[in-house]
């Protein structure tokens, strides 16, 4: 048994019995301030601006603004397609960009899953869902992947530096 008050873990371990309506007060009030912290929304300056770049990335892709595209990517950034060769630098990612949006009017959407944020860089984990057309003439085919994009500060502004991503569904 015990010999310290805050060595009580459960009620019977207490070497003074707590009321069990305490009890229950307590571990109530304890499960509640955990939940809380774990469910609050990260409101950091960086996360929200983090969260802005993809938002930004997702509208210009289904507006097929080739521009705002390829100005959300570092200098240096690559890209990393399924089964391709890796698209290094902005100049490679904008005739990407070009050739796809030649030939589709995407209708996507992005749910961010995870941000950790580390001075300049960043890592960002999601999930891109959504309808990308191959061609008006061809029906739409499903888009369900998952990424890994990883983000640089670059003049006060966060920019795409890599970006990975593969297909959510197994084959």
Not at 78 to 91: D, F, N, R, T, Y
Not at 102 to 109: F, I, M
Not at 145 to 170: A, C, G, T
Request: hydrophobic content about 40%.
């Amino acid at each position: 048994m015990p010999q310290n008050w805050e060595k009580c873990y459960s009620l019977a371990a207490c070497p003074r019995p707590l009321s069990k309506l305490r009890y229950a007060h307590e571990v109530t009030f304890g499960l509640s301030v955990v939940f809380i912290a774990l469910s609050a929304p990260a409101s950091s300056p960086d996360e929200i601006a983090i969260r802005q770049t993809i938002k930004s990335i997702i509208a210009a892709d289904n507006n097929r603004d080739l521009e705002g595209a390829v100005s959300l990517y570092t200098n240096d950034a690559i890209l990393l397609p399924p089964g391709l060769p890796p698209v290094p630098g902005q100049s490679a990612i904008r005739e990407r960009y070009r050739g796809l949006y030649a030939k589709a009017v995407p209708k996507l959407d992005q749910r961010i899953e995870e941000v950790l944020v580390r001075g300049d860089w960043a890592f960002v984990r999601g999930t891109t869902s959504g309808l990308f057309p191959s061609s008006p003439n061809e029906p739409a085919r499903a888009i369900d992947h998952k990424f890994v994009m990883i983000l640089r500060r670059e003049r006060q502004r966060w920019r795409i530096s890599r970006l990975m991503w593969n297909s959510s569904k197994l084959d």
